[in-house]
């Protein structure tokens, strides 16, 4: 990773993870760390993190943990996220969701066309369909 990238992940961070990490935690009632696995991004995918990636995350557990049964199952099964980008093309049928040993796993192209990333709805529906 070579400067210029180094320095757009360092201004999301500042700008945006934060704000996003303590609004998740309030929402599942833990520490929920999100690890946004920058060496996977191209450059011009990286403004996407806040707006495609981290708001449609918080939204989906929104919905998963706006009763006390969904949060208690993302309590008791996620204990980190971990963020992955991929190349725009074939995004579609290579982009993955999964938990093992309580990590949630997003795998997309978080900047490229919207059929190669997930929305909250799918987000959502991943969730309950697997905690």
């Given at each position: 990773m070579g400067l210029q990238e180094k320095k757009t992940a360092?201004?999301?961070?500042?700008?945006y993870l934060a704000d996003y990490q303590k609004e998740i935690n309030e929402i599942v009632g833990k520490?929920?760390?999100?690890n946004i696995n920058w060496d996977t991004f191209?450059?011009?995918?990286?403004k996407?993190?806040?707006?495609?990636?981290?708001?449609?995350l918080t939204d989906a557990f929104k919905e998963v943990c706006a009763d006390d049964m969904g949060k208690e199952a993302v309590q008791e099964s996620i204990n980190t996220v971990e963020v992955y980008c991929i190349a725009n093309e074939g995004a579609e049928d290579k982009k993955?969701?999964?938990?093992?040993?309580?990590?949630?796993?997003?795998t997309a192209c978080w900047g490229g066309h919207h059929s190669g990333y997930f929305s909250d709805l799918v987000i959502r529906e991943f969730l309950e369909n697997n905690l």
């Open positions: 360092k201004a999301i961070e500042d700008q520490e929920l760390p999100i191209e450059l011009d995918f990286m996407f993190v806040p707006s495609v990636c981290l708001q449609r993955e969701l999964k938990i093992t040993d309580g990590v949630f796993s997003l």
